[in-house]
């Protein structure tokens, strides 16, 4: 069955970095595009990024542009989201999801999410 | 970007009775929209896709319609188990957009 485990969440001072890792099994990830979607604490879900299945394009939410990179390791079967100069603002769960039709669509599969929470 | 809104914020219901959702898109996103499920403490399923084509493995009462910018999200029968919050998202456009989401609660 399709599996998908984040990790790297953790408690950060405003202007870090982290990086999330989202480990698939269960498909074939060099075939899928990916997502990362949050969810701040009591509210709803926000797209955050997209990698196409290749890796050859990438799609970001403006409050994230700049700031955070996609990218995968197929060879892995891993994905990734490095987040620089964090904001308080970005404290959420992040949520690894998988595409259901490649080139960024719906999310048919979704990870347990990970807490990244941005305080001083 | 496109803004997905959802109606009412919160529903109660008893057990057993129907359930109707709505949720509305600022502009046309023809049939590209999905409905997902959360419990507390989970993340989403996907429960909707194409406005009213079933995932996987979702129960027959759960049922999607609508097109364009009106869509809604029906529960024919509620179980327990479906007390849950219910987000509609774009994938029309980019970027994805979700509703803020339904709350579904026992009368």
């Known amino acids: 069955q399709v599996q998908l485990v984040e990790s790297g969440g953790g408690v950060v001072q405003p202007g870090g970095s982290l990086r999330l890792s989202c480990v698939a099994s269960g498909f074939t990830f060099s075939n899928s595009g990916m997502h990362w979607v949050r969810q701040a604490p009591g509210k709803g879900l926000e797209w955050v990024t997209f990698?196409?299945?290749?890796?050859?394009?990438?799609y970001y939410a403006d409050s994230v542009k700049g700031r955070f990179t996609i990218s995968r390791d197929n060879s892995k079967n891993t994905l990734y989201l490095h987040m620089n100069s964090l904001r308080a603002e970005d404290t959420a769960v992040y949520y690894c999801?998988?595409?259901?039709?490649?080139?960024?669509?719906?999310?048919?599969?979704w990870g347990q999410g990970t807490l990244v929470t941005v305080s001083s | 970007e496109i803004v997905m809104t959802q109606s009412p914020a919160t529903l109660s219901v008893s057990p057993g009775e129907r359930a109707t959702l709505s949720c509305r898109a600022s502009?046309?996103?023809?049939?590209?929209l999905a409905w997902y499920q959360q419990k507390p403490g989970q993340a989403p399923r996907l429960l909707i896709y194409?406005?009213?084509t079933r995932a996987t493995g979702i129960p027959a009462r759960f049922s999607g319609s609508g097109s364009g910018t009106e869509f809604t999200l029906t529960i024919s029968s509620l179980q327990s188990e479906d007390f849950a919050i219910y987000y509609c998202?774009?994938?029309?456009?980019?970027?994805?957009?979700f509703g803020q989401g339904t709350k579904v609660e026992i009368k």
């Open positions: 999801a998988k595409d259901a039709l490649r080139l960024g669509y719906y999310f048919d599969y």
């Open positions: 502009q046309s996103v023809n049939s590209n």
């Open positions: 990698i196409l299945y290749d890796g050859s394009n990438e």
């Open positions: 998202q774009q994938y029309n456009n980019w970027p994805q957009t």
């Open positions: 194409g406005a009213s």
